[in-house]
């Protein structure tokens, strides 16, 4: 299975590059907009494919936890 992301992330970075890129307003579009490498664009695509359902619940509810602390910290400071 692995190998199968390799190859979707190495098509969808190489269609970027070559004598005709594709050229459009998405994630890689703007990575590119910004200087990333075409190694650095693969590693990228690969990291966005291995994140599950699971894992994005999680990292959201973390997100959540700590701008609620970063607004009870900036609260607290304001009452002070």
């Known amino acids: 299975m ?3 992301y390799f190859s979707v ?3 969808a970075v190489a269609e970027r590059f ?3 890129p594709v050229i459009r307003k998405d994630m890689l579009g703007s990575f590119l907009s910004h200087g990333l490498t075409r190694e650095q664009l693969e590693s990228e695509t690969l990291t966005q494919m291995s994140v599950n359902p699971g894992q994005l619940l999680e990292r959201f509810m973390l997100w959540i936890n700590l701008q609620l602390q970063w607004l009870k ?3 607290e400071a304001e009452c002070q």
């Open 9 to 11: 992330a190495n098509a």
């Open 2 to 4: 692995t190998n199968f």
């Open 73 to 75: 910290c900036k609260l």
């Open 18 to 20: 070559g004598p005709s």
